[in-house]
């Protein structure tokens, strides 16, 4: 139990510190001898851990993910309208998802050979989303704020057409990032499609 509980704070420590190093200088600029020298680890030390970055990379986006979902779900605990729990969730969604993009910064042909370990983070964390929404929008029906007849359809309907918004902002690029204006661009048009999606629930 101590052993696995030294091991579990040393990944915890490893995460944490490329975390940072990724959110400072992107995923491509940070190499393995780099994150074992500020841990003052040996080299060997740190691939005990990790296999390679990659897999640290996949750790320290779960973790991002998993801090994201517990800040959503305690604000929208606290928050006692429907329309407010989706309009904050998406504010905040975006905040991640530009938080994301910085911490990798990835040249498009590296991002095509990783697309496996986003494609495993992205479907776990799709699922979390969908419970957050699903709860939100069964609380709408519930309060009769939103008329919906099948809430896990529209709950998936609405997360697609949000991915579909992001992913139209960073398509023909040579780099997944996004300059501040590009960001409050998406922002204003997510705030705009989110509130016709409100509406377009709500009794008349």
Same mark, same amino acid.
């Given at each position: 139990?101590?052993?696995?509980?030294?091991?579990?704070?040393?990944?915890?420590?490893?995460?944490?510190?490329?975390?940072?190093?990724?959110?400072?200088?992107? #995923? &491509?600029?940070? %190499?393995?001898?780099?994150?074992? !020298?500020? /841990?003052?680890?040996?080299?060997? *030390?740190?691939?005990?851990?990790?296999?390679?970055?990659?897999?640290?990379?996949?750790?320290?986006?779960?973790?991002?993910?998993?801090?994201?979902?517990?800040?959503?779900?305690?604000?929208?605990?606290?928050?006692?309208?429907?329309?407010?729990?989706?309009?904050?969730?998406?504010?905040?969604? #975006? &905040?991640?998802? %530009?938080?994301?993009?910085?911490? !990798?910064? /990835?040249?498009?042909?590296?991002? *095509?050979?990783?697309?496996?370990?986003?494609?495993?983070?992205?479907?776990?964390?799709?699922?979390?989303?969908?419970?957050?929404?699903?709860?939100?929008?069964?609380?709408?029906?519930?309060?009769?704020?939103?008329?919906?007849?099948?809430?896990?359809?529209?709950?998936?309907?609405?997360?697609? #057409?949000?991915?579909?918004?992001?992913?139209?902002?960073?398509?023909?690029?040579?780099?997944?990032?996004?300059?501040?204006?590009?960001?409050?661009?998406?922002?204003?048009?997510?705030?705009?499609?989110?509130?016709?999606?409100?509406?377009?629930?709500?009794?008349?």
């Amino acid at each position: 139990m101590e052993e696995n509980n030294k091991t579990i704070n040393k990944v915890d420590q490893i995460t944490g510190v490329a975390q940072k190093l990724f959110g400072m200088y992107g #995923l &491509e600029k940070v %190499s393995m001898i780099e994150i074992a !020298s500020e /841990l003052h680890l040996s080299k060997a *030390s740190l691939y005990y851990y990790f296999p390679d970055k990659e897999s640290i990379y996949k750790a320290v986006l779960e973790k991002e993910q998993a801090e994201f979902i517990n800040r959503i779900s305690d604000k929208i605990r606290r928050i006692n309208n429907p329309e407010k729990m989706l309009s904050d969730y998406v504010t905040m969604r #975006l &905040e991640y998802f %530009s938080r994301l993009l910085n911490l !990798s910064r /990835l040249r498009m042909e590296v991002y *095509s050979d990783m697309k496996p370990v986003f494609r495993e983070v992205t479907r776990l964390f799709k699922e979390k989303e969908m419970s957050v929404v699903i709860d939100i929008f069964r609380l709408g029906t519930e309060r009769k704020i939103f008329r919906i007849d099948d809430i896990e359809m529209t709950a998936s309907l609405f997360l697609e #057409l949000l991915k579909g918004l992001r992913v139209s902002i960073i398509t023909d690029r040579r780099t997944l990032i996004i300059d501040k204006m590009e960001y409050n661009s998406l922002v204003e048009r997510t705030k705009a499609f989110t509130k016709i999606f409100i509406n377009g629930l709500k009794y008349k």
